[in-house]
């Protein structure tokens, strides 16, 4: 077990001097080898600071400062809040302890979660996090304390929820809850897990896909407007190829392998989960390509879902245009065709073949009751 070394001391440099000569005075905190200054609202003279024998007053102050860091160590402790050269300098600065807020924790996960948008993470979901903060905000005060997230009040939360949502939503909902909360207790900002006993259940909501003859459609729809021609040509890549979107966005045109006998593929690791996928692309994705010399500007996100809001007004087709729509109608349109599960779960880059089970399983329900209907008749 390492031995905790803590000291403090106190300087007063002649580089920090003014013009009247006077520098502020500086306390040094050292604890297990780690140096921060803090500039403390005292100014002194450095020759005079510097003397062996300081002034009476000046003895005083910097007693008094010892005695200020002590009793800021000890509340440190009473709080169980990690005692690091940073936190101590802080409290010394803010004049003792400073709350860290539900406020706080969200703005802080928050942050963190805007640094991946259009990377590995969609606007779409960062803003469903955002919704997530807003109704929290109702069961308790964004100004309490990070420490008054009570297991209580998560249950209020996920009861609530599930009253007013259909239960995939609600469990998504629950679920990224959950991250800001796990966020708090692994950076040491909530000692209880106020998440015991907070079970998700997730429903299943019904895949939603277009036709082969919807997507036939929206291919051969007339757009005389280039830029929302070029986000049909994305679509229809992503429906001829299953990719998600992060992954479209990264495609260049040397991840395109063509074999001997003219079929392309796409052979990569996924952006978001660093899963390998191997898929085969389909006629139409190939078409796409080669009017585009195998390289797609993509667009974000946002802007590409906005987009697709206008072909699908164009094209008269029902279903709402997204690039989930997409990357969902690849996959079922390989197992209406009967490849395998597993296979289909390798071009989609799924961890394992349950993830595309539980995703299509009414999909792979049709399937295998057309199946065998087809043989019995």
Same mark, same amino acid.
Do not use: W
């Given at each position: 077990?390492?031995?905790?070394?803590?000291?403090?001391?106190?300087?007063?440099?002649?580089? @920090?001097?003014?013009?009247?000569?006077?520098?502020?005075? %500086?306390?040094?905190? /050292?604890?297990?080898?780690?140096?921060? *200054?803090?500039?403390?609202? #005292?100014?002194?003279?450095?020759?005079?600071?510097?003397?062996?024998?300081? =002034? @009476?007053?000046?003895?005083?102050?910097?007693?008094?400062?010892? =005695?200020?860091?002590?009793?800021?160590?000890? %509340?440190?402790?009473?709080?169980?809040?990690?005692?690091?050269?940073?936190?101590?300098?802080?409290?010394?600065?803010?004049?003792?302890?400073?709350?860290?807020?539900?406020?706080?924790? *969200?703005?802080?996960?928050?942050?963190?979660?805007?640094?991946?948008?259009? /990377?590995?993470?969609?606007?779409?979901?960062?803003?469903?996090?955002?919704?997530? #903060?807003?109704?929290? *905000?109702?069961?308790?005060?964004?100004?309490? %304390?990070?420490?008054?997230?009570?297991?209580?009040?998560?249950?209020? *939360?996920?009861?609530? &929820?599930?009253? @007013?949502?259909?239960?995939? +939503?609600?469990?998504?909902?629950?679920?990224?809850?959950? +991250?800001?909360?796990?966020?708090?207790?692994?950076?040491?900002?909530?000692?209880?897990?106020?998440?015991?006993? /907070?079970?998700?259940?997730?429903?299943?909501?019904?895949?939603?896909?277009?036709?082969?003859?919807?997507? %036939? $459609?929206?291919?051969?729809?007339?757009?005389?407007?280039?830029?929302?021609?070029?986000?049909?040509?994305?679509?229809?890549?992503?429906?001829?190829?299953?990719?998600?979107?992060?992954?479209?966005?990264?495609?260049?045109?040397?991840?395109?392998?063509?074999?001997?006998?003219?079929?392309?593929?796409? =052979? !990569?690791?996924?952006?978001? +989960?660093?899963?390998?996928?191997?898929?085969?692309?389909?006629?139409?994705?190939?078409?796409?390509?080669?009017?585009?010399?195998? $390289? &797609?500007?993509?667009?974000?996100?946002? @802007?590409?879902?906005?987009?697709?809001?206008?072909?699908?007004? &164009?094209?008269?087709?029902?279903?709402? &245009?997204?690039?989930?729509?997409?990357? #969902?109608?690849?996959?079922?349109?390989?197992?209406?065709?009967?490849?395998?599960?597993? +296979?289909?779960?390798?071009?989609?880059?799924?961890?394992?073949?349950?993830?595309? $089970?539980?995703?299509?399983?009414?999909?792979?329900?049709?399937?295998?009751?057309?199946?065998? /209907?087809? !043989?019995?008749?």
């Amino acid at each position: 077990m390492s031995r905790t070394t803590f000291s403090i001391s106190f300087v007063c440099r002649d580089s @920090k001097a003014n013009k009247t000569g006077l520098a502020p005075v %500086e306390m040094s905190i /050292v604890l297990n080898g780690d140096r921060k *200054f803090v500039n403390l609202p #005292r100014k002194e003279k450095p020759s005079d600071f510097n003397k062996k024998h300081k =002034s @009476k007053d000046l003895e005083d102050y910097l007693s008094l400062m010892r =005695s200020r860091v002590n009793s800021i160590m000890t %509340e440190m402790l009473a709080n169980g809040e990690p005692i690091t050269t940073d936190s101590i300098r802080e409290y010394v600065r803010m004049g003792g302890y400073k709350s860290y807020t539900v406020g706080d924790l *969200f703005k802080d996960y928050l942050a963190l979660l805007s640094k991946r948008v259009d /990377v590995d993470l969609t606007y779409g979901v960062y803003r469903k996090y955002e919704l997530v #903060r807003n109704l929290f *905000f109702n069961y308790i005060s964004p100004d309490a %304390e990070c420490t008054a997230i009570t297991n209580a009040i998560v249950k209020q *939360f996920q009861v609530d &929820l599930y009253a @007013k949502y259909d239960t995939s +939503t609600a469990a998504g909902y629950l679920t990224k809850l959950k +991250t800001f909360i796990k966020f708090g207790i692994d950076n040491n900002r909530i000692k209880i897990n106020p998440l015991q006993g /907070v079970k998700t259940v997730k429903g299943r909501k019904p895949i939603i896909y277009l036709t082969e003859s919807e997507l %036939e $459609q929206i291919n051969h729809l007339k757009i005389d407007n280039e830029s929302l021609s070029n986000i049909r040509d994305a679509f229809i890549l992503q429906a001829s190829t299953g990719l998600a979107y992060c992954d479209l966005y990264t495609l260049r045109k040397e991840d395109i392998k063509i074999n001997e006998d003219g079929t392309h593929y796409i =052979s !990569k690791q996924r952006t978001k +989960t660093g899963t390998t996928y191997t898929t085969v692309i389909l006629p139409m994705g190939i078409d796409v390509l080669k009017r585009h010399d195998y $390289q &797609l500007h993509i667009i974000t996100n946002q @802007k590409y879902n906005l987009f697709l809001k206008n072909i699908q007004a &164009l094209s008269g087709i029902t279903t709402t &245009l997204t690039t989930h729509v997409a990357r #969902r109608t690849y996959a079922t349109m390989l197992l209406n065709k009967g490849v395998r599960l597993e +296979t289909v779960s390798k071009c989609m880059g799924h961890r394992n073949s349950k993830i595309t $089970q539980a995703a299509y399983a009414e999909v792979l329900n049709n399937t295998v009751i057309s199946e065998v /209907v087809s !043989k019995i008749q």
